[in-house]
């Protein structure tokens, strides 16, 4: 079991959780560079309404203006992260594994199929079949049919072998805000929450602690407080 120290930051603002990442990437880079042992951090979040477009994102994929971002009270950031354009908002848990790879002996292709694999078990516990599509990252609901529709968003940036910036979870979100974007470039694909799914609001609590037993089950982390 690898130490792993679990933050719940609660609400906080896209901007200061990235800082926060940062700080404990360069960390774990160094402590990793003088051949030190790390304890890996999972952070847990909600954020105020925005938009993040990822490195290799299309800005046209965001499908308003500015100032019609603000009528809605959201603001638009570009980010070090991959994949296209996403939203964030309270309801949604966005969970942020700032971790060495090598600790947990995996690249970073597995990496991102264990982070799916968190995803599916926990949407299952709710009686929802979380599924991967081919050549596309996250985790979706009947994937590969007409229906298909993203319940959970993935873009990582890993520098070093240590990884940032991770998964948002649609639980309560409000999804009309994906309505502004094409949600991950995707023109032709729906999005959904669990909300959504079951027809009733979820505890986020209870989803936290759903997500944190599945990173123990998928990648043997033992959390320290």
């Known amino acids: 079991m690898i130490k ?31 051949g030190k042992s790390s304890i890996n951090y999972l952070l847990m979040v909600e954020h105020p309404h925005v938009y993040t477009l990822g490195r290799n994102g299309n800005k046209q994929n965001m499908l308003i203006d500015t100032i019609q971002m603000k009528a809605k009270n959201a603001e ?15 309801g949604q848990l966005v969970v942020y594994p700032v971790i060495r790879l090598d600790m947990f002996g995996t690249g970073i292709k597995e990496y991102i199929y264990r982070l799916e694999e968190v995803v ?18 996250g985790v979706w609901l009947d994937a ?20 940032m910036h991770g998964f948002a979870l649609n639980v309560n979100t409000d ?28 505890d986020l609590t209870e989803i936290k602690t759903l997500v944190r037993q599945n990173f123990t089950d ?8």
């Open 76 to 90: 638009f950031i570009k980010v070090d992260r991959g994949g296209d354009i996403t939203y964030h908002g309270q």
């Open 4 to 34: 792993t120290k679990l933050i719940d930051l609660k609400i906080l603002s896209y901007r200061d959780a990235w800082t926060k990442q940062q700080l404990l990437l360069e960390q774990l880079k160094e402590e990793k560079h003088l």
């Open 175 to 202: 999804l009309n805000y994906f309505n502004y974007i094409n949600p991950c470039g995707f023109v032709d694909k729906g999005v959904t929450s669990i909300e959504k799914e079951l027809k009733y609001k979820v």
């Open 120 to 137: 599916i078990r926990t949407t299952d516990k709710y009686g929802i079949k979380g599924e991967r599509m081919q050549g596309a990252i």
């Open 144 to 163: 590969d049919t007409k229906m298909a529709r993203k319940i959970c968003a993935i873009g990582v940036k890993c520098s070093g072998f240590v990884t």
């Open 218 to 225: 998928v990648f043997g982390m033992a959390f320290v407080y």
